[in-house]
DNA sequence: GTTAGCATGTAAGGAGTTACATGATTTT
DNA sequence: AAAATCATGTAACTCCTTACATGCTAAC
């Protein structure tokens, strides 16, 4: 169900929030945010910030040289209209908003999110994990003969993983509301 | 660095050694053991068969009827040539066994591999997981700003989560290096 | 009667990788 | 003298997804 979706895009739009970047900066920093495997290749980046230069998210500087190699170093600066669509994407409650590879991203910008969009999204991805672990106990239930050593101790680490962080939401969750419920006029809360 | 390849591949025949299945079984069988959110569409899976089919590592049996519809099922099997290939990925030692796609469908065969691959496999697993956990702390520690709390929060958990996998790796290291020792005469260890 | 599960496929397209191409500077 | 880091890009390709196409049976 949907891992695809302009992953990049959105991280770079976030981090040129925090200032003017090239391209090779910009892609350790992608890395570090996206990091755990994940290494992303020149390949990748520069198309796809031409293409977002061409949709007007961002915008180019070539009058930089580079310090170290004299070489004209490429910098790039949000829009405006990429600061709207930044918001745009940060305000989203749709599914893609929880599914795996959105979901980190969007979590290392949730300062510039508004407090419910956050809450939303911690529960959004809580919930679809609970489903994939309610679907995994299901089948094995269904499907009890699995006697293999190695397999059922992958699958045992495997929920125990997901088990810590559905904890780990749970507590993010819980911080959450209370951080709302002192903005909100005590005693007034929805029946 | 490299999550590509013939992930769906290694799978398929892994399973296909347990028995005979058609694709819509294996489809299933798949998504419990890629799971953790991956599910594969027959879109992938169909014509990944029929490239196995090409290169003669499985065999089609067309003549069975599906018993629920009268329709025909076509019901997979390994060749001699894909049990081959199975055995020569298995033992295997290279990078890629060790990789984050790769390695889950490789350990849940591991009943398949020879000890000494087990624990190749196992130690090349965890020295990468400590390669990411050092440079994500050598970032860190080059790059002190980083002062947002939900971005730290996340960096916090990802690096738990890894140290924990690494624990785990640890374990079953030690398991397998005491199963090979006490198969090895005693007191005959390398010094 | 309509939703869910069984069952197999194709065509178009997206997102990203690998490999190639180039070249300067700093460190080992 | 070699390797690493800085710096930017392109072309070909791969793997996989989405959407489409078809049709039957069982359960609600």
Not at 100 to 106: A, E, K
Not at 109 to 115: D, G, K, L, T, V
Request: glycine share 8%.
């Amino acid at each position: 169900m949907s891992r695809r979706g302009e992953t990049i895009e959105l991280a770079v739009l976030g981090l040129l929030h925090e200032g003017p970047l090239h391209g090779y900066e910009l892609r350790k920093r992608l890395n570090l945010m996206l990091g755990w495997g994940r290494v992303l290749s020149y390949g990748s980046l520069y198309p796809a910030l031409k293409k977002m230069l061409r949709s007007r998210l961002i915008s180019e500087d070539t009058s930089v040289p580079a310090p170290v190699t004299g070489r004209p170093r490429i910098v790039y600066r949000v829009t405006e209209s990429g600061r709207e669509e930044f918001r745009r994407q940060m305000a989203d409650v749709g599914p893609t908003a929880w599914e795996d590879d959105t979901f980190g991203i969007r979590f290392s910008f949730f300062s510039s999110a508004p407090s419910e969009t956050r809450l939303r999204v911690l529960e959004g991805r809580r919930t679809r994990l609970e489903e994939r672990l309610a679907r995994v106990r299901g089948d094995l239930a269904r499907n009890p003969k699995k006697a293999d050593r190695y397999a059922s101790e992958l699958h045992r680490h495997g929920v125990e993983s997901v088990e810590r962080e559905v904890r780990w939401l749970s507590d993010l969750i819980k911080a959450e509301r209370e951080h709302q419920e002192h903005r909100t006029a005590p005693g007034t809360a929805t029946p």
